[in-house]
């Protein structure tokens, strides 16, 4: 059996590898993927599954389209890149109150 998160861990550091970008630390990890901190102010999450990542990316895209920063008063990372055999997106940093995770958020349909 995968351990999905180990997996999502090692398509992180390739993602970073290929992008020049030294992974830190940690910043959380659960049902949906692995989120790390990186050495330039950007967090990468890689996703579990590919479902996933298109949603997370899917909702980031819209996002951008609308020209949205904050949600309830919420900070909404912007969207700096992404890698679509990787399943990672590359997020801006952002201080509390945050919100970024939208894997199983829907845009124009329930997920």
Known sequence: M???NA???KRAEEY???RGLTLKAPLGSG???VVLSTDVATAVKALKYKELYRQELAVYHRLEQKHVDQ???FWVPKLIDHHDEFW???IE???PPFVLDFAT???DSDP
């Open 2 to 4: 995968i351990d999905a």
């Open 7 to 9: 997996d999502a861990l």
């Open 16 to 18: 970073a590898r290929r």
């Open 31 to 33: 049902a949906d993927g």
């Open 71 to 73: 949600i309830c008063g």
């Open 88 to 90: 990672v997106v590359e």
């Open 93 to 95: 940093f952002v201080v």
């Open 105 to 107: 958020a829907g845009v």
